[in-house]
């Protein structure tokens, strides 16, 4: 992996699953991104958790108020911390978290594990930096995405505050 070019500098990359051989896309979560992607402790699914969500904005805010944390990741982690906390559990029983073991997509095994900065995908994820999605890459994509990614109704109903 020494020889990556330079330009794959989210370091994406497929690779068959250990487990079933199946094609896995791996790459680096965008810092440029404005969300944060946590992932099921049982299964693939995962939860886009905007920076600019109420409810994200409501805990950081909480955190800068405390004042006990350095800027940066301490405060990033204690963040997400609140956010696992309060996000509604996952279809399948199991809680999302930001350092859950990212798990094949179709055979559920744990794939990469405590690497919180990466996500994984079905390999037909990966494009080639200078080329664009297939149609049917696309439609696949969008229908994985529809079908394990949350990005809306994200947290619990607090009953005490109704
Ligand atoms: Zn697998
Ligand atoms: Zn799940």
Redo the contacts with the bound molecule.
Sequence with gaps: MADEPDDNWLHAEVFP?P??Q?ALFRVDHSPFGDDYLLYCDQCANCVEVSYYDSGTLAFADRIREEGTLQPGWPQTKALLRLIEGRLKPCSCGGRYRYDAARR?P??L?PVLIDMPWIELWPGYFWVKDDEDPTAEQTEQADAYMSAHKRESDLWQVDESAQ
């Design positions: 699953c487990s079933c199946q094949c179709f055979c095994a």
